[in-house]
């Protein structure tokens, strides 16, 4: 299930990967690492790689093969050649899989009473939450050597880094977002 609803409005520069959502809350967005290949894609593009694999495999089988070779040794070129197939195929739906798995992952920012709380929630580990006074807190940017438009909010001398995992572009507008939110429910 995802971590917003069918109904919700899109938070930002109308942004995939950020949505409002329409709780009980003051306000909140969810945010969510964006994944361009759907799962029916997956299934279309691993069709094709498998039908592609099984082409070059009946025409490694169906090569002719030169007379000072064996047609044993032939089957054993054979078997390589699937094998290695079979194996790349294997791997590639493997970290398919893990991706979407680790696509569940999702951060909300919410003012709720009179806190700002940030829930972290990734599907293999424990949950994440961190609550700040929204008066107090400060939204900020930076830019660091790895990370361009870093997005951090801090307060009492806590500081929490959100939305490792969106654009530069879509974290700069969700630190607006963030600050005229607390400036108008804080």
Known sequence: MPPFEENDTMAGDNSSAIRMSGSATAWQVVLWPHRSLSPHGLRIFLTILGGAFAFFAAVTFLAPTPYEITWSAHLGVVAVVIAFMAGAFLLVWALFL?????????????????????????????????????????????????????????????????????????????????????????
């Open 98 to 186: 893990r991706n979407y798995r680790d696509a569940r992952y999702h951060e909300r920012v919410a003012i709720e009473r009179d806190m700002l709380v940030i829930e972290a929630r990734h599907p293999q580990r424990p949950a994440k939450r961190w609550e700040f006074r929204p008066y107090w807190t400060k939204v900020a940017t930076r830019t660091t050597r790895h990370v361009e438009n870093q997005l951090l909010l801090s307060s009492s001398g806590r500081v929490v880094a959100i939305g490792a995992f969106l654009t530069p572009d879509e974290r700069a507008s969700l630190a607006v977002e963030i600050e005229d939110a607390l400036t108008r429910f804080a």
